[in-house]
């Protein structure tokens, strides 16, 4: 991986790569294309280094983790929603001021139709050869944003919610009660009110 790093100039991205690293365990071709998402939706969202950033990911494999390290974005803050259609996409948006409605976002993915261009990254992208990380991330650095396919919409900001703490009447936890239920999610699973 160090030949890889030989390949990049910019001081701010060699932070990131140490930073996303360090958290991820390793560069990983993800990690290192969930970074370049980054920066591009800081750009087109004219976003400045402190203001806080929303991501929704398309998949839990290595992508969401450059959200986290370098904009703060958890599950726990609210800033990192990810929805598991297993693809290499991103919705990402600044906050919305208090009484906005909609919000600009943009979505961006790894476009298959573009990585085509890098034969070897294709193979990577589409799992139909063994490619290590360091030859695909060598032949992002190349691309840059050229393999990435972007569109701005606008998403409704949900309102939020009342917290309204709950005992169950079946197993007598505490839970968090959204639509004022007397069940929490787990006993509504366990006698099949609800199921997966």
Known sequence: MDEVIKKIADPYILFQIERVSSFHGYLSTGAFIGIQMLNIAKRLLDADPAEQLYVTCETYSCLPDPFQI???????????????????AVVVNKK???DQILVRSVRIVLDPAKTAKYPRLHEWYMNTGKVPHEEAITILIDAG???????????ELSKKPEKRI???VNCGESFISKNGGALCLECMEKIEVLKE
């Open 70 to 88: 370098l904009a703060g974005c958890t599950i726990g803050n609210k800033k990192l929603k990810i929805r598991d259609f297993g693809k290499m």
């Open 96 to 98: 919305g001021k208090e």
């Open 145 to 155: 944003e050229s393999v990435y396919t972007y569109k701005f919409i606008d998403i």
């Open 166 to 168: 709950a005992l169950c």
